[in-house]
């Protein structure tokens, strides 16, 4: 069984910064299953892909978050994380990450950002 937990999200101010960290555990028939994407959801708004790794340590963001958000990892932890720079309030979101194989597509219960002065 897979699970993945996320932490780091509390309240900022606008312009200051958070790093997210997400853990994952378990494994399905003996296959360690690696988050590899940070997605976040506003109220009233769809989930929306924030951040992803690629092969070869490349790396993918939405263009809202360009400049300022990175996503890294620590593979010998199977945990992924997001450091967040020049926070604004429309960053305000829960924060999920996401970990997707052919065993399924696995979602922690997400953290809670809040960008307000």
């Known amino acids: 069984q897979v699970q993945l937990v996320e932490s780091g999200g509390g309240l900022v101010q606008p312009g200051g910064s958070l790093r997210l960290s997400c853990a994952a555990s378990g494994s399905v028939s003996g296959v360690t299953i690696s988050p590899t994407k940070w997605y976040r959801e506003a109220p009233g708004s769809e989930r929306e892909l924030v951040a992803r790794l690629l092969g070869d340590d490349a790396t993918d963001y939405a263009d809202s978050v360009k400049g300022r958000f990175t996503i890294s990892k620590d593979s010998q932890k199977n945990m992924i994380f997001l450091q967040m720079n020049n926070l604004k309030p429309e960053d305000t979101a829960g924060y999920y990450c996401?970990?997707?194989?052919?065993?399924?597509?696995?979602w922690g219960k997400g953290t809670l950002v809040t960008v307000s002065s």
């Open positions: 996401n970990a997707r194989s052919i065993y399924g597509n696995y």
